[in-house]
Each structure stands twice: as structure tokens, then as C-alpha cells.
């Protein structure tokens, strides 16, 4: 049976104001959350307040979930005056209990932390502990539901903490397929890791977080010293991780062939073409550093100011560094676009007056359809950007573009493209209305 808590009004109190003749409460030691009902009876009262909780109440009973501890009020009113009654409530509550880690490996400690307000004793599985606040180290073996027990004179509250215990995950396989391969080309690493929820690589070409992948593909470069040896081995080091940990396991990767010296370039053959990618006359045809050109031709490259079919608002080379596989990309790992300012230049059209520049170099993009390519782009400045009014001719052997490639020696060998014969490639001119007549040719670049 709930036992009532009655309070013994003063009976001395005004005739006029009202008259609290009694103000009871269901319990006055509960646990947070238990219900609370409140019950009065009031004479001669305009309106009823009762504070903390729930404020403002009518009739003669109000229920509420208990949460706050302390005195709880009732406050009669009328035109002459107030009377008013307290009960004291003991609110007993758990406001923290955590564990720390959460997840473990067996046999490492753990910290339980908890506060509690309105206890006067409490035990964590039994075993008992300050009933205010404290902490407490453990070390499960296996997963452990934390029981907080904490009493007051009338009422218990409990809370539960799971600690999960765990095993690092394990690597059953890291393999590279090619492996070995040649010098400069590409290979996928693949692994197999039961246990495990993300991955990272370090070493080389595509070090970093991998995610929940089990595979990525890399292009190993080994870092000097290369000459004259004709193979190198770069080391890949794979990392799985749980929450209960990490583990690590290295791979050789080895690359075969003779590392790059020096880049040469041959001019495409001459033809109809109205472009030609060649090498600049006054740098040696092999070096180190190669100097390149895109020059206009005798043919007519009209130059029109509105873009119209007929002519060209701009030029663009798209320039895809193949390699000996065409679509492979391999191409790219011989050579870097050098990053010298005056390397990289553009002429023959008006390109500067009025808005800024739109001539623009971007330099093999890692992802996207454009992905190993070599974008080179120009445009003459529409006249109301402050260009030239009227359509433009590109007089004969205009240099358009001038960039400059440097050799990547950890590359190795081979081809970084070749426009000449079997899968060559004569790029076409386009405008806004579609193909202007002439080609774009393009030479063969090779790493010796």
C-alpha cells in the first residue's frame, strides 16, 4: 500500500485567504521516471499553482513522471491573498554511467564511470560502490552486460552498460597481380582480411585509406638509386582495422626493366593536317626535358569570333599519354609536365585582352573521362570581352602551344604515345556546328 504523506496546515491563517485544508503526495521516495501523483483539497482558491511541476493545475489531484528531487508546493490564490503547502520529494537518478572503450580485446581494462543524485547506496553487479559518484576498472573476457544498481530509502533505479570484447582482425592474403611487371606499369593489390572493417596502404603509388575495399590498383615506381640496376622492389604495407584493433603485413612488389635516361620525340609525317604537335628545333630530339610545339600549318584555320560552322573560337589538344597499351595510362609514368613557368606558353591568338586568360593547361587528371590526358586549351577573346571585332586568320607555322615534359626515370622504358602508324591517332577540330575540316597530327614519344 503507497503510504501518504499529510502535511499539518497552519490553523491560524487568514479567514479571507484560501484554506489549504489538506496537500498529500502518493510517495515522497521515488525513482526518475516513476509516476508522482499529487492530491489536495482547497478551499475558497481562485487558481492553484504547483511548483516546480507542473505549474498551473485545476481539481484536486495532478500526476507527473518524477524527475526533479526538492520541495514540491501548492500555491492557492485568491483576491486577498495566497496560502501555500510543501512536501519534500527524494528523486533517485542515474545521471551518468559509460564505459570506456566500449570495445576491447580480452583481458584490457575498461572504466566504468557513474554520478548519482538521491542514493544512499548502490552496487555495480552486486558488488557495492560510492553512491554519488566514482569509477571502476575492469577487464571483461568476453562480452559484459555493467549492471548500476543505486537505492535510496523508498525506491531503485538501474542502469546497464555493455562492454564488447573483441579480436583484431586478421590478413589471410595481400598478393599484387602482375607481380613482378615491367617498369612504369600498373598492378591491383588485393587482400582478403577476416574481421576487418576499413583498410589502408602505404609505400607508394595509392598509399592512403581505402576504405572497406579489398583492392586498389597502383602503379609501383621504385625511387632512385635506379641506374643501372634492371630491377627494383617497392614494399606495400596493408592495414586492416576493427574497433578492437589493427594488423599489418608487408608485400614486395617488383618492377623489371631498365629505368628511363632520356626522352625522344619524332615529328609526325607531314600531310593534310592544318596542326602538328613537333618539337621545338632548338632543343636536342634527346633529353632529358623535351620541349613540344603545337604549330599551325600553310592550311586555312579561320578563327571566327562567334563560333559559327565554317571556323574555331578556340583550340584544344586533348592528348592521351597510352603508353605501349593503349587505355592503360602507363604512358603517364614516364613523364611529368614540367612546372617551370616559361615552359608553359600560348601565342597566336588573342588570349590576354580584356577578361582574364582563357588559355589553360590541366595536367593528366587522376579520375574522370579525362583521366592520364594532357588538356591544352586556347581561345580568341569574343570582342565584347575586349578581343579582336572581326574573324581571325592563323597565319602559317603560328606556334599555338609550347609545354615542355620532363622524364620520370622510375617509369622505365617504352612508349608514352604514339600518333604515327598502327593505333595512331589524328585528332580532329570541332566547333560549335561540328567538324572543321583538318586533322591535328601527332608524333611518337618515347621514354630510352
Known amino acids: 500500500m503507497k503510504r501518504l504523506a499529510l502535511l499539518a496546515l497552519c490553523a491560524a491563517c487568514s479567514n479571507d485567504r484560501p484554506r489549504i485544508v489538506s496537500f498529500t503526495a502518493s510517495r515522497t521516495d521515488v525513482a526518475r521516471g516513476d509516476p508522482l501523483t ?69 583481458g584490457q581494462p575498461v572504466t566504468l564511470t557513474w554520478k548519482i543524485s538521491g542514493a544512499v547506496s548502490a552496487s555495480i553487479l552486486g558488488a557495492p560502490v560510492d553512491p554519488v559518484q566514482g569509477y571502476l576498472q575492469v577487464s571483461p573476457t568476453q562480452d559484459t552486460p555493467y549492471k548500476l544498481t543505486a537505492n535510496s530509502a523508498g525506491a531503485t533505479i538501474t542502469q546497464t552498460v555493455v562492454v564488447r570484447v573483441g579480436t583484431p582482425p586478421t590478413i589471410a592474403s595481400f598478393v599484387a597481380t602482375p607481380n613482378p611487371l615491367p617498369r612504369g606499369t600498373s598492378t591491383v593489390l588485393s587482400w582478403q582480411a577476416p574481421g576487418a572493417q576499413t583498410f589502408s596502404l602505404a609505400g607508394g603509388d595509392g598509399a592512403g585509406t581505402v576504405g572497406p575495399l579489398h583492392s586498389r590498383r597502383v602503379r609501383p615506381l621504385p625511387p632512385p638509386p635506379l641506374a643501372p640496376a634492371t630491377s627494383a622492389t617497392l614494399r606495400y604495407t596493408l592495414t586492416a582495422t576493427n574497433p578492437f584493433g589493427s594488423t599489418t603485413q608487408d608485400l614486395d612488389v617488383a618492377v623489371m626493366g631498365l629505368a628511363g635516361t632520356t626522352l625522344a620525340y619524332s615529328d609526325p609525317p607531314l600531310g593534310g593536317e592544318v596542326l602538328r604537335l613537333v618539337r621545338d628545333p632548338s632543343t636536342p630530339p634527346a633529353s632529358p626535358h623535351l620541349v613540344l610545339q603545337l604549330r599551325s600549318t600553310g592550311a586555312s584555320l579561320p ?146
Open 38 to 106: 499529487f492530491s489536495w483539497q482547497v478551499s475558497g482558491a481562485d487558481s492553484l499553482k504547483l511548483d516546480p511541476r507542473p505549474g498551473t493545475v485545476t481539481g484536486t489531484t495532478a500526476s507527473i513522471n518524477a524527475a526533479l528531487g526538492g520541495n514540491y508546493t501548492l500555491v492557492a490564490t485568491n483576491g486577498a491573498g495566497s496560502s501555500s503547502a510543501t512536501i519534500a520529494v527524494n528523486v533517485v537518478d542515474i545521471a551518468l554511467f559509460s564505459a570506456s572503450p566500449v570495445e576491447v580485446v580480452a
Open 303 to 448: 578563327l571566327v569570333v562567334g563560333g559559327v560552322a565554317g571556323g574555331l573560337d578556340g583550340v584544344a589538344l586533348n592528348l592521351p599519354f597510352d603508353g605501349g597499351t593503349p587505355g592503360s595510362r602507363d604512358g603517364v609514368a614516364r613523364v611529368a609536365l614540367s612546372t617551370v613557368a616559361s615552359d608553359l606558353s600560348f601565342g597566336g591568338l588573342d588570349v590576354t585582352t580584356g577578361s582574364p586568360t582563357r588559355a589553360a593547361a590541366l595536367v593528366f587528371p587522376a579520375t574522370g573521362p579525362l583521366s592520364g590526358v594532357l588538356a591544352l586549351g586556347m581561345a580568341q577573346k569574343p570582342a565584347a570581352a575586349g578581343g579582336p571585332p572581326g574573324d581571325a586568320q592563323i597565319p602559317a607555322d603560328t606556334v599555338l602551344a609550347t609545354f615542355a615534359l620532363d622524364l620520370q626515370p622510375a617509369g622505365g622504358t617504352g612508349t608514352v604515345f604514339d600518333g604515327t602508324a598502327g593505333d595512331g591517332f589524328r585528332l580532329r577540330l570541332r566547333s560549335r556546328a561540328g567538324d572543321v575540316q583538318g586533322t591535328v597530327a601527332v608524333g611518337r614519344l618515347e621514354v630510352q
